[in-house]
């Protein structure tokens, strides 16, 4: 039967290349040289069953569309092999190989189909993002052009405000760009790239370390959060080192138990503490 069917298919694809997988070492075997386009499986295969395969297949190769082609079952199963995720269900017998070639060039060209939109779609996603990137660029030249033409101190300093806001949110475009799945973010690099610029500003008078984990997060999450880091960033610059001050810009994010920790600090803070509780113990002893 086995051999009925890989004739089947090599009919609609004569310039396959047939790879067999007996048990669970010719399967890994397979999978290690080179992931199949096309999966058509049993159930029951004595060594596993259908379900184990798709998903080690499909684990090696997320584009490949597959076929369970079977005659153990039911129209039950059939609707659990196509909520797993295989692209159709055949019941095995002779009289069925022309239906499953069929099936199997369908599943392929479906499978083609949605990888071309697929990549459509990523093109134009890149484009956009690209655009407004380059646009929020352009408000930020605006916005420093008029800072300057400004008279009040105040009101430039809240021209000035929104112009970093509004570079969070292009740091923020800028990982969308460079990101190959478009719903999440790397926010490590928007981390970084955020603070770096943050810290330029001050003319090298703020020195920088950063420690930041690996993380992506969902983009509606990411927006915010981005903001959110700015606005601390911000903060601590315009008021831990007023004047001309130097000093220390410290930016962690690391995991901890299942969450997400933030943490930005400066040396102001701790130099502060640190003589308050000098004085504090030197007036203890004066007593």
Known sequence: MRTLAIRAVLQEFPDGEVNQASDLGSLERVLHQHAPDILVTDLDL??????AVFDRVKAANPQCCAVMFTGTGNEELAVRAIRHGFDDYVVKGTHQLRRLATAVRAAYER?????????????????LYHRLHNNLQMVISLLRMTEKTLESPRDRDQLADLGRRIQALSALQAEFYQSEDFRRVNVAGFLDRLARNLVG???????????????EMPVDVAVPFGLMANEIMTNALKHAFPG????????????????????????????????????????????
């Open 244 to 287: 001309g001050r130097t000093g220390h810009l410290s930016v962690r994010l690391a995991r901890t138990e299942g969450r997400l920790d933030l943490t930005i600090g400066d040396n102001v803070l701790c130099e502060g503490v640190a003589a308050a509780l000098g004085r504090q113990i030197s007036a203890r002893r004066l007593a």
């Open 201 to 215: 500003l001050t003319g090298g008078r703020v020195t920088l370390s950063c420690d930041l984990e690996e993380t």
């Open 46 to 51: 004595r060594w596993t069953d259908g379900f």
């Open 111 to 127: 499978n083609q189909e949605l990888r071309r939109q697929s990549e459509n779609r990523e093109l134009v996603l890149k484009e």
